[in-house]
């Protein structure tokens, strides 16, 4: 190849590479509106993430990552975070293990994102952060972040104010990224020129943001499962903006019935100690044939409702449309024993 044709096609190749950045540019400058299922506490639009003041970084290593395959709302992947750190100059902390990121693929390429971490601060605090995103494809999520950090605390600030991450997971090297910026002074052009809109397609039933409550007319049916579930000691926020949250990190455990397995140590219980104090466990079984299911176990004390997602083409299926009833928390060794039951009218 001749000198002046090299210098033609690297000219052209960087034609085409500033092009492409341009108009991607273009893109993710634009407002993105949620679908209003799935609204990530940004209904009227998630501005650019770095339009905003970058606050800290997260970088969390990770235990595993899980396909779960197709469930009734898209394709499930899950992240399961073994331990990170944070710095920024106005937060400095830990991330505990246990972290779950939730990660959804809808069939026409919209990706929805549930996470939940707890972070640890120098002075001993605890942050409860439980964070929604999406984004149209895979080049442009955005991830609103929602802080439940100690009133009475120098962390304050963050139950305040609006922040927007990116979210870059790799898979290969098994960490998770978070870049956090404060996104509260970004004015929003929310125009037809400035939009993205998310959409979804006809048909798929929205996840859900709220647990199922129980029905007064619900009774406890044919045994499901039981459980006995390892625990870590509590991780006590305090009162913070939505009443005072205490974590139980769950670290393993077995289950027998129906179902026979393991549980994973993922998640953990986010209780809300307020009155009337409520459970919301969340957290994964692996059934002895492999398969991974997301549990969901809360609600009040005496009416706790445990929900599944799992693969709609496995042999779990049932878990999907079926109702369930759970009995409270019982001592076992290192933990809790549950039981678990098909619900009937």
């Known amino acids: 190849m001749s000198y002046r044709r090299a210098i ?3 000219a052209g ?5 500033f092009s492409a950045l341009r108009v991607n540019g273009q893109d993710a400058a634009k407002v993105l509106v949620p679908h209003s299922s799935w609204n990530c506490g940004m209904a009227e639009g998630i501005p650019r993430p770095e339009s905003g003041s970058l606050i800290f970084e997260a970088q969390v290593k990770l235990d595993r990552v899980a396909d779960v395959g197709k469930t009734p709302f898209g394709n499930r992947r899950i992240a399961v975070g073994q331990e990170g750190a944070v710095s920024g100059s106005r ?6 293990p246990g972290s779950l990121d939730f990660e959804l693929t809808l069939s026409n390429g919209t990706i929805e994102i549930e996470q939940i971490l707890v972070l640890k601060t120098a002075d001993g605090k605890y942050i409860y952060v439980r964070n929604a995103g999406t984004g149209a494809d895979a080049k442009d999520v955005r991830i609103v972040m929602d ?4 009133n009475a605390s120098e962390y304050a600030w963050l139950n305040s104010g609006k922040y927007v991450a990116r979210r870059v997971l790799d898979r290969a090297a098994k960490t998770l990224t978070l870049r956090v910026y404060d996104v509260s002074g970004v004015a929003l052009k929310t125009d037809s020129a400035n939009v993205i809109r998310i959409t979804k397609p006809a048909g798929v039933p929205a996840q859900p943001w709220d647990y199922r409550r129980k029905a007064a007319t619900e009774k406890q049916g044919d045994l499901l499962i039981k459980e006995s579930v390892t625990l870590s000691p509590s991780q006590s926020v305090g009162a913070s903006k939505r009443g005072n949250r205490n974590i139980i990190p769950i670290t393993g455990g077995e289950l027998d019935g129906r179902i026979t397995g393991k549980v994973l140590a ?4 986010y209780q809300n100690l307020s009155n009337p104090a409520t459970i919301d466990a969340r957290y994964l079984w ?3 044939d492999g398969e991974i299911i997301i549990v969901r176990n809360a609600g009040a004390f005496g009416a706790l409702v445990p929900t599944f997602e799992a693969r709609t083409d496995g042999p779990y299926a049932f878990l999907n449309t079926s109702l369930f009833l759970s009995s409270n928390p019982g001592m076992a060794a290192g933990g809790v024993g549950i039981t ?3 619900s009937k009218n």
């Not at 937060?91 to 505990?96: D, I, Q, R």
């Not at 802080?147 to 100690?150: D, N, R, S, T, V």
Request: glycine fraction near 4%; charge should be negative.
């Open 8 to 10: 033609l096609l690297m």
């Open 340 to 342: 678990m039951y098909d």
């Open 286 to 288: 692996q059934a002895n």
């Open 91 to 96: 937060l400095s902390a830990a991330v505990m």
């Open 147 to 150: 802080f439940e950090a100690p």
């Open 13 to 17: 190749v960087a034609f085409l590479h």
């Open 266 to 269: 993922a998640g953990a219980d």
